[in-house]
């Protein structure tokens, strides 16, 4: 077998790889990138960038649906094979395309392809013929969709984010298993582009907002479109030459039994550390079967080993991901000791219908502190315009100063008014000095300014 000794090796060429080594690669010479499958960020090829595309072209089609509103009477109609075509030519030539560019300047000594596993520490085996020594090892080995064994009898038409987008044509039927981001956004999608779509829950919460209040209103304003089943099991599923059959026993106890043309199973991933045999490392499983790391440093305490991206499993996000390859990076650069990093303000939006986000610090994290609560609907006279007023706005002051701590938000835009906020929690601004920025007439931020409004005069 060839052996490769280096210092550092970085397990993943996605995202948070590709920001460990633009940090490592410009102090050492001495590192490799272990990459297994085609490159191409789980972003580009199957994540952020097809899904917007899909939700595109399903907002055009909604549009022409709902013209009659302003008085525009047309008609269209889904050309589903066209759809996927221009997703996929748009993905890969230019994000993807993108994307291989960058990973085609990185010098070749510097990438091996292949499935890298440990079988000591510090100590790799690549494919059949490649072992990696590494004193310092960045796992950035991102996740896969999870698929619970009951789907196997009907695997043949069980569908992912990582393969949805490969198919042909759009499907006639679909359930949709999940009800967090991939399944809301890629299943209000598919509905408004013609298929008929079912969700199925299990715990009867749907999205990440945290707020009682703003959760009835999630479930309520997307049950309006969508046929939703929120809180149940799926019991068991079989196929037969009408389709995939799925038997849905709600927390009711009532039964839902019904054929469809494919399954998304959207209802979370899996880290890939499982495929790595970190135990070979040294590294110790915790008594529920984990192998502990330390979130603020994102390292296995007691090994030059440090985690980064998807595989944490902590918000699997394009910016989050980026920032934990460079977090990671630089504490191996600098083990044993650790590196003070500071961490963005979170920010987490669905590109649904309405959009759905979370800045800063959540309800559920600040409910036990003394906060007061902004509150409004999302119907300032832009919302009115568009006709889109579904939707509600909350946002989290400390009690005593006015600085914004959070906030959750359900509505049209509600990505762009996120973004405000985010730079406010960032830079530790208080309510009244955002109100001190200009607020043009009418736009969606009128809305930010009078729910900042409502909490300094409730403060």
């Known amino acids: 077998m060839k052996q490769i000794d280096v210092e550092y090796a970085i397990i993943g060429a996605g995202t948070a790889g590709l920001g460990a080594y633009s940090r490592i690669s410009r102090q050492t010479d001495s590192l490799v990138m272990i990459q ?5 960020t789980t972003c580009a090829r199957v994540g952020c960038m097809p899904s917007k595309l899909l939700i595109t072209a399903a907002e055009y089609a ?34 993807v395309a993108r994307n291989l560019d960058y990973v085609g300047k990185i010098p070749a000594h510097h990438k091996i392809e292949g499935r890298a596993t440990f079988i000591g520490p510090g100590h790799l085996s690549v494919g059949q013929d490649i072992e990696v020594r590494a004193k310092k090892i960045i796992l950035a080995c991102g996740s896969r969709p999870a698929i619970d064994a009951v789907f196997q009898p009907v695997i043949s038409r069980v569908l992912t984010s990582d393969t949805i987008f ?16 991939i399944a809301l956004e890629l299943g209000q999608a598919l ?5 008929d ?12 907002l945290t707020h009682p209040v703003m959760k009835k209103e999630t479930l309520e304003i997307f049950s309006k479109e969508l046929e939703i ?3 149940g099991a799926i019991e068991k599923t ?5 389709g995939a059959w799925i038997q849905y026993k709600e927390s009711n106890g009532e039964t839902v039994t019904r054929v469809y043309d494919r399954v998304l199973v959207a209802a979370g991933r899996t880290p890939n550390i499982d495929r790595l045999n970190l135990q070979a490392a040294g590294v110790e499983y915790s008594a529920d079967g984990d192998m502990p790391f330390d979130p603020e440093t994102l390292t296995y305490p007691g090994h030059p080993i440090f985690i980064a991206g998807d595989a944490t499993d902590i918000l699997p996000v394009w910016h989050e991901a980026f920032d934990e390859g460079r977090i990671a990076a630089d504490n191996a650069l600098h083990y044993p000791a650790t590196v003070e990093s500071k961490r963005r303000t979170p920010l987490m939006i669905y590109f649904t219908d309405p959009q759905i986000a979370i800045v800063g610090q959540t309800y559920k994290q600040l409910q036990d502190q003394e906060i007061v609560i902004g509150e409004l609907t999302f119907d300032s006279p832009r919302h009115i315009v568009w006709n889109k007023v579904d939707g509600r706005i909350q946002v989290y002051l400390d009690a005593r100063t006015g600085v914004i701590l959070g906030a959750e938000l359900l509505g049209h835009q509600a990505e762009h008014l996120a973004h405000i ?39």
């Open 166 to 181: 490969e198919i042909a044509d759009l499907p006639r039927s679909v359930a949709v298993i999940g009800l967090g981001v």
């Open 238 to 242: 079989w196929e037969d030459e009408d």
């Open 421 to 459: 906020l985010a730079l406010a929690i960032t830079h530790q601004m208080t309510a009244s000095q955002v109100l001190e920025m200009p607020i043009y007439h009418p736009s969606a931020e009128e809305l930010l300014r009078d729910v900042l409004i409502a909490a300094e005069k409730k403060r």
């Open 197 to 208: 779509t079912t969700l199925y829950g299990r715990s009867g919460s749907i999205g990440s």
């Open 62 to 95: 909604h549009h022409i649906e709902t013209s009659d509103f302003f008085g525009i009477n047309t008609t269209g109609t889904v050309d589903g094979q066209k759809v996927l075509e221009r997703l996929r030519r748009e993905r890969d030539h230019r994000f």
């Open 191 to 195: 509905h408004r582009l013609g298929v």
């Open 229 to 231: 089943y929120p809180s």
């Open 36 to 40: 297994d499958g085609p490159y191409g």
